[in-house]
């Protein structure tokens, strides 16, 4: 090897942002090498941020930088789904790969969920972070490990607490990347209480080039700048931890991350939110068991008929093994005449009047008050699973709560939350509306002849 490449080398395995340039041939942005240079400088490194900046690039360049310029080492990826991993980083890195030149791309092998050094003892490893597998950041050990977690607000701390003793080891370093999605955990501490403990950064959507300013007014004026999505999203600050919110941020956004599978056998439910007027709009939720099996279909300025006729094409349309055994609608207003028409159409649906009082009357003041909470608990068991629909999860985290004077929960209505400048939840009511069931049930019994043929619980869940 000649004099001038081992000074390159020397060069480049102390200056991260020089083997990005020099190396990858291409510019980092400023925040970019500022986060290099803070990986090089401290053990423990932990960046929040907005959608769009270019973190998976940062965290691809930092794998290809430590594989080729230490020996032994070891880098271990992490992140709450595989999807992360192996559709988004991992491909990342691929494609950063293929931009070396030829003598040091010909150096690493890169297959699905590995990279080895080629005739070296140095690999990095791609693990799911799984509460059932804790193990994603246990077991290695190297004089030269790397520990990466994207998504890290996602992830749960006992990951990061059977992890802790390999992060610990003398000279390893950690980095941590993510949205800022909750008010606690292990990342959010890294910014809090363990701040001194750590080397922080806040990366807004508006400090990277990347970002357009067109998708920063959108994400303003479809949420608003005060909401809980524009500053995690946008702002990468932390959600507000309002105390009288029906449902935190951090249980929607995990439940979109979660990968799970309802069984077969598993009976499907819709639930149908009628738009009545103006803005609103008529939302159709899907969900088998413990998933809402596709993003929630909207339409605006949909007069009865009209709804009608688009819920028998969307029954008609859907295989027979697909097909809900209760299609639950919220029946007042224009709602009351489009579950009369679909009943005459032989579809098996049910009205659901969430203004009448809860089937829990000790607890909640409403109807709509008790499934707004059913849904909070199926969020809580986080066992399910919700599409990647960012409206979706901004309607679950509008509505706000109170006790009312008698000591029941009473979720804010439609109206009170336009009068805060909020949308009317559409979207998160479809989702609620198929939790019906139980309390129609528990209120009434089987009201339909169809019913009948349905199977129950003790609690009056579907079966």
């Given amino acids: 090897m000649k004099d001038s490449e081992v000074e390159l080398l020397k060069a480049i395995a102390l200056d991260p942002v020089l083997f990005v340039r020099s190396i990858i041939g291409v510019e980092p942005e400023q925040w970019q090498c500022d986060a290099l240079y803070a990986v090089r400088d401290n053990d423990r490194v932990a960046i929040r941020s907005g959608h769009g900046i270019g973190k998976t690039a940062f965290l691809s360049w930092l794998i290809l930088w430590w594989l080729l310029t230490r020996t032994p080492s070891r880098v271990a990826c992490t992140a709450n789904t595989a999807s992360q991993l192996s559709d988004i980083l991992w491909a990342e890195v691929a494609k950063w790969h293929r931009r070396l030149p030829e003598g040091f791309r010909n150096l690493l092998d890169v297959k699905s969920d590995k990279i080895e050094f080629i005739g070296g003892d140095s690999f990095a490893v791609a693990r799911t972070a799984r509460r059932e597998t804790p193990e994603a950041l246990q077991g290695f050990h190297s004089p030269n490990m790397l520990f990466l977690i994207d998504e890290a607000s996602g992830v749960d701390d006992l990951i990061f607490e059977v992890g802790e003793g390999a992060m610990s080891t003398k000279g390893a370093k950690t980095v941590m990347t993510g949205n800022p999605t909750r008010t606690s955990g292990y990342f959010y501490e890294a910014f809090n209480k363990m701040a001194e403990r750590w080397s922080t950064m806040k990366v807004a959507s508006s400090d990277s080039t990347q970002v357009s300013d067109g998708f920063i007014e959108d994400m303003k004026l479809k949420y608003g700048d005060e909401s809980n999505i524009f500053r995690v999203r946008v702002l990468g600050e932390w959600p507000e931890a309002d105390d009288d919110v029906v449902i935190p941020m951090h249980l929607a956004e995990a439940a979109v991350r979660r990968e799970q599978e309802a069984a077969e056998t598993t009976p499907v439910v819709w639930g149908l939110d009628v738009a009545r007027f103006g803005s609103d709009k008529t939302a159709l939720c899907k969900r088998k068991g413990n998933v809402v099996t596709e993003p929630i279909k909207t339409w605006r300025n949909k007069d009865l008929m009209e709804v009608c006729g688009i819920i028998l094409n969307e029954?008609?349309?859907?295989?027979?093994?697909?097909?809900?055994?209760?299609?639950?609608?919220?029946?007042?207003?224009?709602?009351?005449?489009?579950?009369?028409?679909?009943?005459?159409?032989?579809?098996?649906?049910?009205?659901?009047?969430?203004?009448?009082?809860?089937?829990?009357?000790?607890?909640?003041?409403?109807?709509?008050?008790?499934?707004?909470?059913?849904?909070?608990?199926?969020?809580?068991?986080?066992?399910?699973s919700l599409p990647d629909d960012e409206e979706l999860v901004s309607d679950l985290c509008k509505?706000?709560?109170?006790?009312?004077?008698?000591?029941?929960?009473?979720?804010?209505?439609?109206?009170?939350?336009?009068?805060?400048?909020?949308?009317?939840?559409?979207?998160?009511?479809?989702?609620?509306?198929?939790?019906?069931?139980?309390?129609?049930l528990a209120k009434s019994g089987s009201r339909y002849r169809w019913n009948s043929t349905l199977d129950y619980d003790s609690s009056g869940w579907i079966v």
């Fill in 315 to 384: 029954y008609e349309t859907t295989s027979w093994s697909d097909r809900p055994v209760e299609i639950l609608v919220d029946s007042i207003g224009l709602g009351a005449g489009v579950v009369d028409r679909l009943i005459e159409l032989d579809l098996p649906c049910r009205g659901i009047n969430v203004a009448e009082s809860s089937s829990m009357s000790d607890k909640y003041s409403r109807l709509r008050d008790e499934l707004w909470f059913a849904a909070k608990e199926w969020l809580e068991d986080r066992d399910c």
């Fill in 399 to 440: 509505p706000r709560f109170k006790f009312t004077s008698n000591g029941k929960l009473k979720v804010e209505s439609k109206d009170e939350m336009k009068r805060r400048g909020l949308n009317s939840p559409d979207v998160a009511d479809a989702l609620c509306l198929t939790f019906g069931s139980r309390a129609s």
